[in-house]
Nanobody, 120 residues
Framework: QVQLVESGGGLVQPGGSLRLSCAASGSIFRIYDMGWYRQSPGNQRDLVATITSGGITNYTDSVKGRFTISRDNAKNTVYLQMNSLKPEDTSVYYC??????????????WGEGTLVTVSS
């Protein structure tokens, strides 16, 4: 009923920038929090940034000052602007959204992930 589709990943050199997008579609009544997470082999899926429906943001310490999360509620889309990228940012990035539908009060939905590789 609800699908999240990420885009914008790819290969970038250290110090470069990428902008990730994630669009939600389906039987959406309301989207509450949205966020970005990342996971690399051997590691857990970690929080990168979250944003509430009102625009309040939260970032993990390692990306503060470099990444910016934003959203367009009219488009049901969340973005992650990534600047000053480092090799350690290399990971699969996943979009998440807490969505209320006509069938339930709300639950987490996840995109399939988009690969970001930071390398020379």
């Amino acid at each position: 009923q609800v699908q999240l589709v990420e885009s914008g990943g790819g290969l970038v050199q250290p110090g470069g920038s990428l902008r990730l997008s994630c669009a939600a579609s389906g039987s959406i009544f309301r989207i509450y929090d949205m966020g970005w997470y990342r996971q690399s082999p051997g590691n857990q899926r970690d929080l990168v940034a979250t944003i509430t429906s009102g625009g309040i943001t939260n970032y993990t310490d390692s990306v503060k000052g470099r990444f910016t999360i934003s959203r367009d509620n009219a488009k049901n889309t969340v973005y992650l602007q990534m600047n000053s990228l480092k090799p350690e940012d290399t990971s699969v990035y996943y979009c998440s959204a807490f969505v209320a539908t006509m069938y339930h009060y709300g639950m987490d939905y996840w995109g399939e992930g988009t690969l970001v590789t930071v390398s020379s």
